[in-house]
Every structure is written in C-alpha cells, then in structure tokens.
Nanobody, 119 residues
C-alpha cells in the first residue's frame, strides 16, 4: 500500500489550499478504514488534525475546526483536506495516513507536503 500526498504550497494568511492523498495497493482486496491528516509544525511533534472513516464520520483538532474540512472518495481511495482561512501557525509538513485491512489491520503513511503560510 502506498499513499501519495499533494497540494501543499506557499500561501498568504487568509488564503486556502486543498491537499489530496491517494492510496493505492499492489494487491486486491485491500479495504481502507480510517484515513487522516497529520501536521508537524517547525520544532514540534507530529499531531493528528483530522480523520475520516469509510462511513464519512469526521473528527478535528480543536484549533482547525471551522476552517479545515476533511473528506474522502471511497471509490478512489482518496482523502482530501480543504484548508481555509490559513494562518501562519498552520505552517508545517502535512502528511496522510490510512489504516487498512489485508489479513489484519495495518497503517500506511504518505510522504509529507509542505504548507507555508506567510503573514
């Protein structure tokens, strides 16, 4: 299983970005369960900021509620993160992860994509 994240960039405060993470598997029968986005700000630990189940149930870190929106396309095994009203403190490396079932539950990680918000 591989995850490919994209969509980061440099944006001014108040701007928006949309991140995309597509999961793919080299074998059939993989079922993706929980998918989510993580953020690692400069000098800080990576933290989970948004998750979505295959039933489209979402959770958010308090600091992004109302500004970011996570969604997924189950048919495409893709999870999105819409980032609105970006602030400098949102700067960081955003990465995605997916828990999937293939004989047992496992977690795969995608590479990070840099989001930089200028003031």
């Amino acid at each position: 299983v591989q995850l490919q994240a994209s969509g980061g960039g440099l944006v001014q405060a108040g701007g928006s970005l949309k991140l995309t993470c597509r999961a793919s598997a080299s074998v059939s029968g993989v079922r993706f369960d929980l998918m989510g986005w993580y953020r690692q700000a400069p000098g800080k630990k990576r933290e989970v900021i948004a998750t979505v189940t295959d039933q489209h149930v979402t959770t958010y870190k308090d600091s992004i509620k109302g500004r970011f929106a996570v969604s997924r396309d189950n048919a495409e095994n893709t999870v999105y993160l819409q980032l609105n009203s970006l602030q400098p403190e949102d700067t960081g490396v955003y990465s995605c992860a997916a828990t999937y079932f293939l004989h047992n539950y496992q977690t795969a990680w995608g590479q990070g994509t840099q989001v930089t918000v200028s003031s």
